[in-house]
């Protein structure tokens, strides 16, 4: 039986367990070496497309758009998982018209993250510079209820509703964009501006309560704010709430005189309110007096066109409007009294010699234009 020598066997066992142990920390060391390499080259990819998408913005900003298209596509080879630099390269492939690419690019990152607010946002973009309403529409809605990053993600949102508005009212999507203008002044800034840009959507949106709603409050946050002031009056104007015009405008010419268009609509209001003879708590003395100063100016109208070669119906017309003008001058001169059907009635036939003579080339003076108003507020009809 062969003797066993202990000693040279613990020997050959330490050697073995040392050379196990050499191994393993070379490995060690290969693997933390090649990681090192591996991070190094990662750092030395990240900066390079640092570097690269630095240099497309700057190109972008100066509007040297193949140039930037260049530079995004090398950051994104640099380093192809980052989602800011293919947003980048999507951005710049859209201003320079590659819009199939710009939405490959865009579709692609949209896969990894379909509630993405700024992919769905450059879609919606890109659809509408392609003429795709309906596609456009969707994109956005996807981005106003997808997830928003960053900071003032409620600010960016507020912005990008806006901006559907303003497309769906340039389409001709009025109910839609009414809604969405619901929305938006649920959660506006207390500040002047935002809520005359709502008032002005809404205006536009033909919703002309709620935009004199904020154009009051802009006018209560910013006493001075001209624009609202001017805005409100016109949009009372179209309504035909002549009082509220004046006060508006009057307001707004304290404050900018030299505006035109203001102080030309403040004197047909101011003509309307002083000129209608049907207006309520008037005497029937004030009533005629007001009847009498509208039939004279509409006469003298009249007159002129008279004098005015035209074909043999249009002579017809005036001169029965003519006739008629006599009669009912006769009428107030001679103190009978008067009721309130004959008021309307004289009403009546002032505003249909207006409308006759609207057409032809005498430019109608303040008074003229209130008259047409006068009778358009009561409704009367044009023969």
Same mark, same amino acid.
Request: net charge negative; glycine share 6%; no cysteine.
């Given at each position: 039986m062969p003797v066993v020598d202990e000693a040279a066997t613990y020997r050959f066992q330490n050697k073995e367990i040392f050379l196990l142990i050499a191994l393993a920390i070379g490995a060690l060391g290969v693997f933390a070496f090649t990681k090192y390499i591996a991070m190094k080259e990662e750092q030395i990819e990240a900066r390079t497309a640092a570097i690269w998408y630095s240099e497309g913005r700057r190109q972008l900003g100066s509007e040297k758009?193949?140039? $930037?298209?260049? !530079?995004?596509?090398? $950051?994104? $080879?640099?380093?192809?998982?980052?989602?800011?630099? !293919?947003l980048a390269l999507a951005n710049a492939l859209a201003a320079g018209n590659h819009v199939a690419e710009a939405r490959e690019t865009l579709l692609r990152l949209r896969e990894s993250g379909p509630e993405d607010a700024e992919i769905n946002s450059q879609l919606a973009r890109l659809d509408v510079k392609g003429g795709e309403i309906d596609d456009a529409i969707q994109y956005y809605q996807n981005a106003l209820y997808g997830r928003w990053a960053g900071t003032q993600a409620d600010s960016r949102q507020r912005q990008l509703r806006i901006e559907l508005i303003r497309f769906l009212l340039e389409h001709q999507r009025r109910n839609f964009a009414l809604s969405e203008l619901l929305i938006l002044e649920t959660d506006l800034p207390r500040t002047a501006a935002a809520h005359l840009e709502t008032a002005r959507l809404f205006a536009q949106a033909g919703d002309a309560q709620h935009a004199l709603g904020h154009y009051d409050e802009a006018i209560e946050l910013d006493k001075n704010n001209v624009d609202a002031l001017t805005e409100a009056g016109e949009t009372e104007f179209r309504l035909g709430d002549y009082r509220r015009t004046e006060r508006y405008l009057e307001a707004a010419m304290r404050l900018s005189p030299q505006v035109e268009k203001s102080r030309h609509l403040l004197s047909i209001s101011e003509g309307v309110l002083s000129g209608d003879p049907l207006e309520q708590h008037l005497s029937r003395k004030e009533s005629r007096e007001r009847l009498l100063r509208g039939l004279t100016q509409a006469t003298q109208r009249l007159q002129y066109y008279l004098r005015e070669p035209s074909n043999s119906q249009r002579s017809s017309q005036l001169g029965t409007l003519e006739s008629q003008a006599r009669v009912l001058t006769s009428a107030l001169h001679s103190r009978r009294p008067l009721d309130s059907e004959s008021i309307y009635s004289g009403v009546e036939l002032i505003y249909n010699i207006e409308r006759a003579t609207a057409t032809a080339g005498l430019e109608p003076d303040v008074l003229d234009e209130a008259l047409l108003l006068i009778g358009q507020k009561h409704g009367v009809a044009q023969p």
């Amino acid at each position: 039986m062969p003797v066993v020598d202990e000693a040279a066997t613990y020997r050959f066992q330490n050697k073995e367990i040392f050379l196990l142990i050499a191994l393993a920390i070379g490995a060690l060391g290969v693997f933390a070496f090649t990681k090192y390499i591996a991070m190094k080259e990662e750092q030395i990819e990240a900066r390079t497309a640092a570097i690269w998408y630095s240099e497309g913005r700057r190109q972008l900003g100066s509007e040297k758009i193949d140039q $930037a298209i260049e !530079s995004f596509r090398k $950051a994104t $080879a640099e380093s192809p998982g980052d989602r800011t630099y !293919s947003l980048a390269l999507a951005n710049a492939l859209a201003a320079g018209n590659h819009v199939a690419e710009a939405r490959e690019t865009l579709l692609r990152l949209r896969e990894s993250g379909p509630e993405d607010a700024e992919i769905n946002s450059q879609l919606a973009r890109l659809d509408v510079k392609g003429g795709e309403i309906d596609d456009a529409i969707q994109y956005y809605q996807n981005a106003l209820y997808g997830r928003w990053a960053g900071t003032q993600a409620d600010s960016r949102q507020r912005q990008l509703r806006i901006e559907l508005i303003r497309f769906l009212l340039e389409h001709q999507r009025r109910n839609f964009a009414l809604s969405e203008l619901l929305i938006l002044e649920t959660d506006l800034p207390r500040t002047a501006a935002a809520h005359l840009e709502t008032a002005r959507l809404f205006a536009q949106a033909g919703d002309a309560q709620h935009a004199l709603g904020h154009y009051d409050e802009a006018i209560e946050l910013d006493k001075n704010n001209v624009d609202a002031l001017t805005e409100a009056g016109e949009t009372e104007f179209r309504l035909g709430d002549y009082r509220r015009t004046e006060r508006y405008l009057e307001a707004a010419m304290r404050l900018s005189p030299q505006v035109e268009k203001s102080r030309h609509l403040l004197s047909i209001s101011e003509g309307v309110l002083s000129g209608d003879p049907l207006e309520q708590h008037l005497s029937r003395k004030e009533s005629r007096e007001r009847l009498l100063r509208g039939l004279t100016q509409a006469t003298q109208r009249l007159q002129y066109y008279l004098r005015e070669p035209s074909n043999s119906q249009r002579s017809s017309q005036l001169g029965t409007l003519e006739s008629q003008a006599r009669v009912l001058t006769s009428a107030l001169h001679s103190r009978r009294p008067l009721d309130s059907e004959s008021i309307y009635s004289g009403v009546e036939l002032i505003y249909n010699i207006e409308r006759a003579t609207a057409t032809a080339g005498l430019e109608p003076d303040v008074l003229d234009e209130a008259l047409l108003l006068i009778g358009q507020k009561h409704g009367v009809a044009q023969p």
